[in-house]
């Protein structure tokens, strides 16, 4: 609170509390029993098994079966403050439409005070298995500010709630409702870049890309779930998958045995 002295005296004006640096790397993956602190309009629970790590690991689980707003929010201290102090350009979940396939499309919103900026891109979980996707927060053109009047910027300065949530444009303060269950997993504040070699595809590092480098590729091809540290850099357009856009990509530096990686082979 802050007071400014004038001629006829003290005037008291309310202003939102300074918070401090979110926690830059914090990852939600619900191992523990409990939601980690999500709660709000849709029930969530914590199956204790099925999350990306296997059947030892929970996630939380979004379920109802009747139609209404479908999301959830947490207040957790992690995600609480300054985004740009602590360095937090991205944020990346994992998505599984558990049980009943529905047509979900699942979007990021961060709020402080009395103004929401909501993710244009909408996220479809697959059915029955896991799928990282990534929030880039970087772009105010991809948000829409769906209360309020402060800036994105703003906001990511001093967030006090993250929500996650199934919405339909025109995006507005009141989303679309749908009813069905949801998985989410491995909440991540942060990205950092994986360290590839010069030529993404030269996966063996020997100056070429080959049947070798192939042969690697096609043991990582997936349609979800957690991809392996030897396989990161195969997603080249960073989308969670290793599938035929990858493998284009992969052609386009392919050169035979000895011979140095396309020219045209984008870094």
């Not at 997993?185 to 950092?192: E, P």
Request: charged share 15%; with cysteine; net charge negative.
């Amino acid at each position: 609170m802050q007071s400014i002295t004038t001629r006829v005296g003290i005037v008291t004006v309310c202003a939102p509390a300074t918070l401090m640096a979110a926690t830059f790397g914090y990852v939600d993956d619900f191992t523990a029993v409990g939601t980690s602190g999500w709660s709000g309009g849709t029930p969530v629970s914590n199956p204790g098994t099925g999350g990306v790590d296997g059947a030892a690991d929970g996630y939380l689980l979004l379920d109802s079966a009747f139609p209404g707003n479908f999301g959830s929010r947490t207040l957790d201290p992690n995600y609480q403050g300054d985004w740009h102090a602590a360095g937090i350009t991205k944020v990346t979940f994992y998505l599984n439409d558990v049980g009943t396939p529905e047509d979900f499309e699942v979007h990021f919103l961060v709020h402080f005070f009395d103004t929401t900026w909501q993710y244009n891109i909408g996220f479809h979980p697959p059915a029955g298995c896991w799928r990282k996707f990534t929030v880039d927060l970087t772009n105010v053109a991809d948000w829409t500010r769906t209360r309020g009047a402060r800036s994105l910027h703003d906001v990511l300065s001093s967030v006090e709630r993250v929500v996650i949530r199934h919405d339909l444009a025109p995006y507005l303060d009141f989303p679309d409702s749908i009813a069905g269950d949801l998985g989410i997993d491995k909440i991540t504040l942060g990205f950092t870049p994986p360290t590839c070699h010069a030529v993404w595809a030269d996966a063996d590092d020997d100056g070429d890309v080959d049947s070798v480098d192939f042969a690697m590729f096609q043991t990582c091809l997936s349609s979800c779930g957690l991809i392996p540290p030897t396989c990161v850099c195969f997603d080249h357009n960073a989308d969670g998958l290793i599938d035929a856009a990858d493998l284009l990509d992969f052609e386009q530096c392919a050169g035979g045995p000895n011979l140095p990686p396309d020219p045209s082979c984008s870094p």
